[in-house]
């Protein structure tokens, strides 16, 4: 009886874990474009978002900075360009920011690299006062205090570092093309800890750099081995756990890798470890969220029908259909192109991608039985090596999971337009084990013995 009883709590316990679920909200009076590359929140309700020029792919698809007062719910067009590849951005306080322009192409002529506004972002001039090497473009920037701000880029070269101590006065600017053929995103902990994501090489591979000197001197952290891969975001949600994803391209005969990674560290960024995210078909990683040292997000550039969760820091991952439907203009090939992910605490975190997104924590509520009966049917249960779930009523999109009563995943499956699902279990060992059904509102879950002979 004893076994039973405590079976029975580590159900409720993994059910407890499933209804308590972190969701995403596409805010309804976000802008829409084909892509917000970047957004900075200078406090919860405070906030800025940008998109490049698209206008070669989609008529007035121009250079555009929006902002908000109101934590996301309304937006307000500061700034319009038809000739500024907008591609970053960045304030110290509500009235000084920077954007930076990925530079001259045959579509967006632009040359400047850094823009500054004094006014909020209602007006901008180019950065003009730099001592060094000029940039040909701006990937990313990092506002550490109000005073100190790093800019670097381009991911397509030359790797080019931006720094100045007094809020835009006067930049200095150094090449790291000895350690780095472009640069993209960054992470600073303070004044003089900060990491720095790009490549190295021709044909490119990812790379991480490090300073602890306030960008003095740079020390390698990580070099992948494999061609045409970069090093494309880097959080920290706590001070030793880091994630990175490594961005793919096509290979020099014009495939893509069936094998994706990321990277993962748990000493601070001294050391990363590469680990597999996808291994059935490929995913072109970008955008990547932690709200805490476990529960995380991934995005794709395009052509991928879902964004990506893990809750078990990365060990694994599954499809995550919370960010809704997309409202037009799309995405070239349809996807979300989640490229940047902000969050305060852990409680609160924005995302950019077709449009601005918000997090939520939603709790459904602790529900002591392991059995929905109206929800789905699971046949057969007990099962030796294949069950098939039957839905009430057509699911157009969301996913499949097993867990095991003490919550591992063992098992996830996206669910696109589906009444019925066959499931195979044959490696999966025998025993008890919760089967979690979402549908991108409500998460039902319902108990499934596997009985092997």
């Not at 996807?335 to 709790?363: E, H, P, V």
């Amino acid at each position: 009886m004893k076994k039973y009883i405590i079976l029975l709590l580590a159900i409720i316990s993994i059910q407890t874990t499933l209804n308590a679920q972190w969701t995403w909200q596409a805010l309804p009076n976000a802008p829409v474009s084909w892509r917000f590359d970047d957004m900075y929140f200078l406090n919860p309700q405070k906030g800025w978002a940008i998109n490049p020029s698209y206008n070669y792919l989609f008529p007035n698809q121009y250079g555009r900075v929006f902002t908000t007062n109101d934590a996301g719910q309304t937006w307000t067009l500061l700034y319009d360009s038809s000739t500024t590849f907008i591609r970053s951005v960045g304030f110290a306080d509500d009235l000084n920011g920077w954007f930076g322009n990925l530079g001259d192409s045959t579509a967006t002529p632009d040359t400047n690299f850094l823009y500054q506004t004094t006014d909020g972002g209602s007006t901008w001039q180019a950065v003009t006062n730099v001592t060094g090497i000029k940039p040909k473009g701006i990937c990313g920037i990092s506002v550490v205090n109000d005073s100190i701000i790093y800019a670097y880029g381009r991911y397509y070269g030359p790797a080019v570092l931006m720094k100045t101590m007094d809020m835009g006065q006067s930049w200095i600017t150094q090449s790291l093309s000895t350690q780095a053929s472009g640069l993209i995103d960054g992470y600073f902990f303070g004044p003089d800890t900060g990491f720095i994501t790009g490549t190295y090489g021709s044909p490119p591979k990812a790379l991480i750099l490090s300073t602890f000197d306030g960008g003095v001197s740079w020390q390698v952290r990580h070099q992948s081995l494999r061609n045409h891969e970069a090093v494309w975001k880097i959080v920290f949600p706590s001070r030793n756990i880091g994630y990175a994803t490594i961005q793919s391209y096509l290979d020099g005969v014009g495939a893509y890798p069936d094998t994706t990674y990321f990277l993962k560290t748990t000493d601070g960024g001294l050391t990363w470890q590469e680990k597999i995210f996808k291994t059935n078909g490929f995913y072109e990683l970008q955008g990547i969220g932690f709200i805490n040292d476990s529960v995380g997000w991934v995005g794709g550039d395009c052509c991928w029908a879902f964004n990506y969760k893990t809750i078990d820091g990365g060990n694994n991952w599954f499809p995550d259909n919370s960010f809704g439907v997309q409202a037009p203009p799309y995405n070239v090939y349809g996807g979300y192109a989640i490229n940047r992910f902000r969050k305060f605490g852990d409680s609160l975190m924005y995302a950019s991608g077709n449009t601005i997104y918000k997090l939520q924590n939603t709790q459904t509520g602790i529900s002591t039985s392991i059995s929905n009966a109206d929800s789905f049917i699971t046949h057969p249960n007990p099962t030796r090596y294949n069950f098939t779930i039957r839905f009430p009523e057509e699911i157009k999109i969301g996913s499949v999971e097993v867990f095991t009563v003490l919550g591992e995943r063992v098992f996830a499956e996206p669910i696109i337009r589906n009444l019925e699902k066959n499931i195979n279990v044959e490696n999966i060992l025998s025993g008890i084990y919760i089967v979690k059904i979402f549908d991108g509102e409500n998460v039902y879950s319902k108990k499934l013995i596997i009985e092997h002979d």
